[in-house]
């Protein structure tokens, strides 16, 4: 069998998903090649999860094996964990709850926890270390109790990572998202979800999307905003869109609040393809103004400051 050219729709939503840049994060450097983590001449196709977006030079070191398969699935891993465009605290300082198995080099959990100096916010902390703790022990569970550990056997990593981003944070208010990814030997191919937590500060009281509005419709105002941005951009599936944007708490669960308004995530698989990735969208403090909580009205305006 002769290897068919990587489709085109794959290959950009690798170059995407790497920001056009070599994917291991020290290196960044701007001309690359799609590499498969394991060779085509074994797997026979061009899966967007076995693809990677590596320089010349790195793409070099991986064919030599410098470069493991595991540590590529972990820089993909990484890659998709990282959110960037509208988190606001880029130095957010963390501590890492890790644990890998001696022997199984499949086996690996990393979850970031931020640290906050502030300290009306360690109740925050806490409340992710508690989510990083209880995700370990689902993970070790998982991946050491019902499943092999032999990656020889079972072609893929065991492996779980969450990281954040610190999406706005003002002496009043921070929202948090989370990227939980997560990969299991033998599956297709790994698992995002995105986690998103907002507080009100001094006290600290975390809000809930119903929280935000003060009229009963909002659900409905939600999905038909969402519903047109996402269709507005082509492309997607409007059945899809559609039914990823019922106008249902679950739909709008994932929700951040930021200097421009609302972020909502819908992860993959909701309202478009597994390869498109999360999709987000911005609903401006604007179109909020007139459905929001009047006791939040504060927010809008704390943005333009
Ligand atoms: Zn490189």
């Known amino acids: 069998m002769s290897r068919p050219a990587i489709p085109r729709e794959i290959k950009r939503a690798v170059l995407i ?3 056009h840049r070599c994917a291991i994060q020290t290196c960044k450097y701007p001309a690359v090649d799609v590499h498969h983590i394991i060779p085509w001449e074994k797997t026979k196709d061009h899966n967007y999860d076995n693809l990677i977006a590596l320089c010349p030079n790195c793409h070099r070191r991986a064919d030599r094996g410098e470069i493991d398969r595991k540590s590529l699935r972990m820089y993909k891993a990484q ?4 959110i960037g465009e509208h988190a606001v605290v880029t130095n957010q300082e963390y501590y890492i709850i890790n644990e890998s198995q001696e022997g199984h080099p499949g086996y690996e959990f990393e ?4 640290r906050f100096v502030d300290p009306d916010l360690r109740v925050v902390e806490d409340y992710f270390r508690t989510l990083g703790n209880r995700l370990l022990h689902e993970h070790r569970n998982y991946h050491y109790l019902l499943e092999p550990l032999d990656i020889e056997f079972t072609m893929g990593p065991n492996l779980t990572t969450g990281s954040f981003e610190i999406m706005w944070l003002t002496s009043l208010l921070v929202s948090i998202k989370y990227r939980i990814y997560e990969y299991g ?8 979800k995105s986690i998103t937590r907002t507080y009100l500060r001094d006290p600290v009281q975390h809000l809930d999307l119903k929280h935000l509005f003060n009229s009963e419709d909002y659900l409905l105002i939600l999905s038909k905003l969402t519903r047109e941005a ?3 951009d082509g492309g997607r599936d409007e059945f899809w869109v559609r039914g990823g944007t019922e106008p249902l708490e679950k739909n709008f669960a994932s929700f951040n609040l930021v200097s421009g308004g609302l972020l909502l995530t819908f992860d993959e698989y909701v309202v478009d393809c ?3 990735g999360p999709q987000v969208i911005e609903i401006s403090w604007g179109k909020l103004k007139d459905i929001m909580n009047p006791r939040l009205l504060f927010l809008s ?3 333009l400051g």
């Open 301 to 303: 305006s704390q943005s």
């Open 111 to 114: 979850f970031k926890v931020p």
């Open 79 to 82: 890659l998709s964990a990282s």
């Open 230 to 232: 996402l269709l507005q």
């Open 185 to 192: 030997s033998g599956a297709m191919h790994g698992n995002g």
């Open 17 to 19: 998903e790497a920001g």
């Open 274 to 276: 597994y390869a498109a």
